[in-house]
């Protein structure tokens, strides 16, 4: 994924290839849920390229107090 891509992988709607249609991908809204999980869980998520390709995406959970 070239790197201007990548801080707006998160946002709603948002495709790379804009030329998709939905009868070809998704929606755009599957990272934008994960995030909103993520975060309401009162962790974060961040995306990077991966250094052997792909997309490596490292996430923080707050731990559970009993």
């Known amino acids: 994924v070239d790197p201007q891509h990548l801080p707006h992988l998160f946002e709603r709607f948002y495709r790379i290839?804009?030329?998709?249609?939905?009868?070809?991908?998704?929606?755009?809204?599957?990272?934008?849920?994960?995030?909103?999980?993520?975060?309401?869980?009162?962790?974060?998520?961040?995306?990077?390229?991966?250094p052997m390709g792909g997309l490596e995406f490292h996430f923080t959970l707050e731990k559970w107090k009993d």
């Open 17 to 50: 290839d804009a030329g998709r249609s939905r009868k070809v991908g998704g929606t755009g809204l599957g990272l934008p849920i994960v995030k909103n999980t993520v975060e309401a869980l009162g962790g974060s998520i961040s995306v990077h390229n991966g």
